[in-house]
């Protein structure tokens, strides 16, 4: 690893040394989570991969905090933790810094410690077995970003960040593993698949958007750049909305299986052959031709009516035929439409009694 560690005498934090290892102390001895402290932000610690920040990031961290994380992957492997971003801002390294233990509890051992007033960016770090502890301490400072990280298993040594984007990378194609954790509230993707994404969009952001890894798992992802186009639509997948954007030099997109993409029935690929129903509400008042509440009105940002069945029980179905196997990555809230459905017919029935 070749990474610049600097350990300073400092002045002046006798006090705050002697404070801070007294509350680790007691958090010690209170808690045995895997998250300890009052420092700690972003945070999701999976079996194998993860990721962490420290409390505000990417704002100013705030003064005279501390936060442990205690990492644990599959037992046999070693662990891989790369620093996206370490941002101290002070010199004493007495009461500010970042430490790295291999092990948990008392008899774990330091492997490294980052301090003294500068940034780090990819760092690489290896522990010796299958559990770390990360230490993260600030004393008195006026800002600076703290602290954010990821980890895996030692086999994904083509690990990256959350912060990666795809501006960062080169190469007309390439393979990288992206941690779980990086559905953060800080990141910004532009763009949809299959047209692709700005190329300042973080790769695993967007990877999580196109539904090709998973924010709890991570997981590997194949990415293509290709030359930007005049603009980026936004939408909504998997959690993650992406925002509009404009030209860019390059975007990406990820090579899959196939199991992306949209369904087609916004589009009208999915022809209202395709979409059926156990049953349709018909509404018609004296001499009117009735209103048809059919199942082709189930598709999205559609105009008219709402599919709604005959009856309000809950063995009514509505179906897609979509002609061939297909993995469905996004969510349906069949809750909302049904609602939505009931309200319409409530309203239609109010306005036919207005017209008798």
């Known amino acids: 690893m070749d990474a610049s560690v600097m350990v300073g005498r400092g002045t002046g934090g006798a006090a705050a040394v002697f404070i801070l290892i007294v509350f680790i102390l007691l958090l010690g001895a209170r808690s045995s989570r895997a998250q300890k402290g009052d420092g700690c932000g972003h945070t999701v610690l999976g079996v194998g991969s993860g990721s962490l920040a420290s409390l505000g990031y990417p704002l100013s961290y705030p003064s005279n905090c501390v936060c442990e994380w205690e990492i644990s992957v599959t037992t046999g492997h070693t662990i891989i933790v790369r620093i996206a971003d370490l941002d101290i801002d002070t010199n004493n390294c007495q009461v500010s810094y970042l430490r790295f233990y291999n092990g948990h509890g008392p008899g774990r051992m330091e492997i490294v410690k980052f301090c003294g007033g500068r940034e780090w960016r990819d760092a690489v770090i290896q522990s010796e077995g299958h559990q770390v502890t990360v230490q993260f301490m600030s004393g008195p400072h006026n800002n600076g970003r703290g602290l954010f ?25 390439f393979s990288k593993f992206c941690p779980a954790g990086c559905l953060t509230d800080f990141g910004e993707v532009s763009g949809t698949i299959p047209h692709g994404y700005r190329d300042s969009s973080p790769l695993c952001l967007a990877g999580i958007h196109a539904g090709v890894v998973s924010n709890t798992l991570g997981g590997q992802i194949s990415v293509v750049s290709s030359k930007g186009i005049p603009h980026y639509e936004s939408s909504l997948a998997n959690n993650v909305t992406s925002v509009p954007g404009n030209l860019s ?23 209202d052959s395709q979409i059926t129903a156990s049953s349709e509400w018909e509404w018609g008042g004296h001499g009117k031709e009735p209103t048809v509440w059919g199942p082709t ?20 179905w509505i179906q897609v035929d979509l002609k061939k196997e297909k993995k469905i990555t996004g969510r349906v809230c069949v809750c ?20 008798q």
């Open 149 to 173: 990280l990821s980890y895996t298993k030692s086999q994904h040594t083509d690990l990256i960040t959350c912060l990666e984007k795809g501006k960062h990378f080169s190469e007309a194609e």
């Open 336 to 355: 909302v439409c049904v609602c939505v459905c009931v309200r319409e017919r409530e309203r239609e029935r109010e306005r036919e009694r207005k017209d």
């Open 297 to 316: 009105g189930a598709r999205l940002k559609t105009p008219g009516r709402p599919w709604a069945a005959a009856n309000s029980d809950t063995k009514e």
């Open 249 to 271: 030099p390059s975007l990406f997109t990820f090579k899959t299986s196939g199991c992306y993409g949209t369904l087609g029935l916004e589009s009208g690929v999915v022809s």
